[in-house]
């Protein structure tokens, strides 16, 4: 039996471009980001689900809306591509 995956592509407001990956009993996102990997733990959220790591932090809402921060930059909102 096989772990499914999904992988998603979100292009930001600020021009940022990542992919995220997420794997099936595993609680973590896994971004491929500025061409460097980084893992992200998920963490306690009300309105959706957030992940930290590394410098970075993933929100994503249950409406499917994204927010992106990393690098000392100001979040950005972001969408699937």
Request: net charge positive.
């Amino acid at each position: 039996m096989s772990a499914q995956s999904a992988f998603r592509n979100y292009h930001c407001a600020d021009g940022t471009q990542f992919i995220a990956g997420f794997f099936n009993g595993d609680t973590r996102a896994h971004l491929q980001l500025d061409g460097k990997a980084v893992t992200l733990k998920k963490r306690l959220s009300l309105t959706g689900t957030r992940y930290r790591g590394g410098g970075v932090t993933l929100e994503i809402s249950r409406t499917g809306l994204a927010r992106l921060r990393h690098a000392r930059r100001p979040a950005t909102a972001c969408e699937l591509a």
